[in-house]
């Protein structure tokens, strides 16, 4: 018989003060977000919610399943998720599948990280859709990282831009993560969602 190992169950809680999601707003306030996710080795399972307000949704929903491992030294991910908007017409292009995939290395305390996200068709109007990120991440002490990363993002029935950002993450105790991000894009004239924000969150994992 198969040999699994024993499942590992988390749950994540998200309070930020705005949403974001590939260098955009998603949200005009606070968005919450829960996450429930079950590993099986290298193998992973999860499902979450969170409240948007783009794309004429009051929240999205998504189900997806990955695998990662370590392959000369880099840290590899892939994983195939289905999104789904709540509170659209009927009418409306209200899911997608996207594919996700990424690999980074840790030097000691620096951590450079490349990742991509497509879909054939995506949410809404979007059709075809590229977001490839690059960023890094640095622990100047045991419980303190700082981040950055430049994003850019292809898609067919909408605007391209570059996405950009930067931020402080502190872990306080063994299940709480406090975050201060500043994200901001090259094409601010679109409107509010590209314009440049400072964002903060909490994040509590079990």
């Given at each position: 018989?198969?040999?699994?190992?024993?499942?590992?169950?988390?749950?994540?809680?998200?309070?930020?003060?705005?949403?974001?999601?590939?260098?955009?707003?998603?949200?005009?306030?606070?968005?919450?977000?829960?996450?429930?996710?079950?590993?099986?080795?290298?193998l992973?399972?999860?499902?979450?919610?969170?409240?948007?307000?783009?794309?004429?949704?009051?929240?999205?929903?998504?189900?997806?399943?990955?695998?990662?491992?370590?392959?000369?030294?880099?840290?590899?991910?892939?994983?195939?998720?289905?999104?789904?908007?709540?509170?659209?017409?009927?009418?409306?292009?209200?899911?997608?599948?996207?594919?996700?995939?990424?690999a980074?290395?840790?030097?000691?305390?620096?951590?450079?990280?490349?990742?991509?996200?497509?879909?054939?068709?995506?949410?809404?109007?979007?059709?075809?859709?590229?977001?490839?990120?690059?960023?890094?991440?640095?622990?100047?002490a045991?419980h303190?990282?700082?981040?950055?990363?430049?994003?850019?993002?292809?898609?067919?029935?909408?605007?391209?831009?570059?996405?950009?950002?930067?931020?402080?993450?502190?872990?306080?105790?063994?299940?709480?993560?406090?975050?201060?991000?500043?994200?901001?894009?090259?094409?601010?004239?679109?409107?509010?969602?590209?314009?440049?924000?400072?964002?903060?969150?909490?994040r509590?994992?079990?």
């Open positions: 018989m198969l040999d699994l190992p024993p499942p590992a169950p988390s749950i994540e809680f998200v309070l930020a003060s705005r949403g974001y999601s590939k260098g955009l707003a998603q949200t005009d306030g606070v968005q919450a977000l829960i996450r429930g996710e079950v590993e099986l080795g290298a992973s399972v999860a499902a979450q919610w969170k409240n948007v307000d783009s794309s004429g949704a009051n929240g999205e929903a998504q189900g997806r399943i990955g695998a990662g491992g370590n392959v000369g030294g880099f840290a590899l991910e892939a994983g195939v998720g289905y999104k789904l908007l709540t509170g659209l017409p009927s009418s409306a292009d209200e899911d997608t599948v996207e594919f996700t995939g990424s980074s290395r840790a030097f000691g305390p620096f951590e450079p990280r490349i990742a991509l996200t497509f879909s054939f068709d995506d949410l809404g109007a979007t059709r075809q859709s590229l977001y490839a990120e690059a960023g890094a991440a640095l622990r100047v045991p303190t990282r700082l981040s950055v990363y430049v994003g850019r993002r292809a898609r067919s029935g909408g605007d391209d831009y570059t996405a950009f950002g930067a931020g402080i993450a502190q872990q306080i105790g063994e299940h709480i993560i406090a975050e201060l991000r500043y994200h901001d894009s090259a094409r601010s004239a679109l409107g509010d969602a590209y314009e440049a924000r400072a964002v903060a969150a909490l509590l994992r079990f």
